[in-house]
């Protein structure tokens, strides 16, 4: 069952994600249009402030999966039900507090932002930090139930409400936008959904998966241990929210509400970038806890990162070097006029990014062995560096100066630093891990070559001219992925999927 789960988790996975981003690249373009530019940007400057709040969660939901699996190889469950009553206290208490820090910033937004916004734009802002604070603290108690269905395995439930989530989210906000409504309808929907999710979540963990709940006897020395275990990841969560919010913010205070819109956009496809790797690791995270939890076999564990990395590696570079040779052309198309930085935006964040991405699931095998420590330290102080050397950029150069600045960072940081410590700390064969990465090269700039090639033949000036020279470029891709990049076991699931597919059929 535990199989049958874990590959349909994979495959809801990315189901999930494909139509997140076919949704996206149809429903932006739309979105952005009937938002204006200004709208667009105040609505992406006051999510990323509220996004902050979400550090009130102190790393705990992440420990969540661990400590939970300490006490299922036990069959403690009586130790699970005092973890669960333990983590949804913490958590309703958490929720409390983010209402009210939230409040705090609601009543001083215009002190906040009185140098980038109008007034018009200030009582905007005040709405829709109250609808997202109040959506914020939703999700707090929500990961308690979220975090208990991963631990169970139970991918197949947990993927179709994000599927559900994903497709109403657009068909019920476009009505709303096309009545006039602006960026507090799209506000309100998520808002609507948030609850929703959180209403399904209590009604299966409890009646499906019979979660329990013992709120006496509450262990003060294992919250104490949790409290050290979530500290560093509670730090890493700074840095995430250093590198992907706090250059809006910036733009915000120096550049205005445009400057933000236009580095929204190119964020937006960093963010589409990033879904097609962290969606199908996140369902290897109960397994990884397992092993290090059994055997801490460091082999097994590189094997496993190495086949999760190829695979990712190979969808990613697609969609790279793909964005690099039509990237210009499909955001004047997408995004409309007026966006043209937004290119060089989405380059200087997806490139760095590519590398920690193809290697998410090193976080989870850090914090399986308990050595996240290290990793969270260091990029806190590169985050910090980030802010400081992000602000005369932005000064100078705008959004694109934004975006450099957090691309040097990540480059010094998550590349370079984070390799050397797999290597030589968390013990996994990194040369074995990008020995096989490289293999998957020559395919890859065959049909890099191949699309340069068509861009020299046919120019574009149509979206005809955009599909059939991107036809010609993936179709190159796939075929030399599969002659020349992909491994026997590789090939074994490609040729198992098209049987399947062929068998159907019949």
């Not at 309808?185 to 209403?199: H, P």
């Amino acid at each position: 069952m535990k199989i049958n789960q874990l590959k349909m988790g994979v495959v809801l996975s990315y189901i999930t994600m494909f139509i997140h981003n076919i949704i996206s690249i149809l429903y932006t373009p739309i979105m952005l249009r009937l938002l204006g530019k200004s709208e667009y940007g105040l609505y992406q400057l006051v999510f990323s402030v509220v996004s902050y709040l979400g550090l009130l969660s102190f790393g705990f939901g992440s420990a969540y999966v661990r400590f939970y699996s300490r006490y299922k190889v036990k069959n403690d469950e009586d130790g699970i039900a005092r973890l669960n009553g333990m983590f949804i206290t913490i958590f309703l208490i958490i929720a409390l507090i983010s209402i009210v820090s939230g409040s705090i910033l609601v009543f001083n937004i215009e002190t906040i932002f009185k140098q980038g916004l109008t007034g018009s734009e200030i009582d905007t802002a005040r709405i829709l930090m109250i609808l997202m604070v109040f959506n914020l603290a939703v999700t707090f108690p929500s990961s308690v139930f979220d975090s208990y269905v991963t631990a169970h395995e139970c991918y197949f439930f947990q993927r179709v409400i994000g599927l559900l989530q994903t497709v109403l989210n657009p068909f019920l906000t476009l009505p709303l936008l096309l009545m006039g409504y602006k960026s507090i309808s799209l506000v309100t929907i998520t808002t609507v959904l948030t609850l929703g999710k959180f209403i399904m979540n209590i009604y299966y963990c409890r009646k499906k998966i019979n979660m329990k709940f013992r709120f006496k006897n509450i262990q003060f020395s294992l919250l104490k241990e949790i409290w050290i275990f979530s500290f560093f990841i509670f730090l890493n969560m700074i840095v995430d929210q250093i590198n992907w919010s706090v250059d809006k913010f910036i733009l915000g205070m120096f550049g205005g509400t445009v400057a933000v819109a236009v580095y929204a956009v190119g964020g937006q496809i960093n963010s589409i970038y990033m879904s097609l790797s962290t969606s199908v690791s996140s369902v290897f995270i109960p397994r990884i806890n397992t092993i290090a939890a059994d055997s801490n076999d460091n082999r097994q564990l590189t094997d496993i990162f190495t086949r999760v990395g190829r695979i990712q590696f190979i969808v990613l570079a697609l969609i790279l070097f793909g964005f690099i040779l039509f990237g210009k052309y499909f955001i004047s198309i997408w995004a409309g006029n007026g966006y043209e930085h937004a290119y060089y935006v989405a380059l200087l964040l997806i490139i760095p990014v590519t590398v920690p991405l193809i290697q998410n699931l090193g976080i989870e095998i850090q914090r399986a062995k308990n050595m996240h420590k290290f990793r969270s330290v260091v990029y806190f102080i590169i985050a910090i560096g980030n802010v400081l050397l992000s602000i005369p950029l932005t000064k100078v150069y705008g959004e694109v100066g934004a975006a450099l600045g957090t691309a040097i960072t990540m480059i010094l940081g998550n590349i370079i630093i984070m390799n050397w410590y797999y290597q030589a700390r968390v013990k996994l064969d990194m040369k074995y891990f990008w020995g096989n990465i490289f293999k998957l090269f020559p395919a890859v700039l065959a049909s890099f070559g191949t699309g340069l090639i068509a861009l020299k033949l046919i120019t574009l000036n149509s979206v005809i001219d955009f599909v059939i020279v991107g036809c010609i470029y993936v179709s190159v891709y796939l075929i030399c992925m599969y002659l020349f990049g992909l491994n026997s076991y590789e090939k074994g699931l490609v040729n198992g999927m098209i049987s399947k597919v062929l068998r159907r059929r019949r």
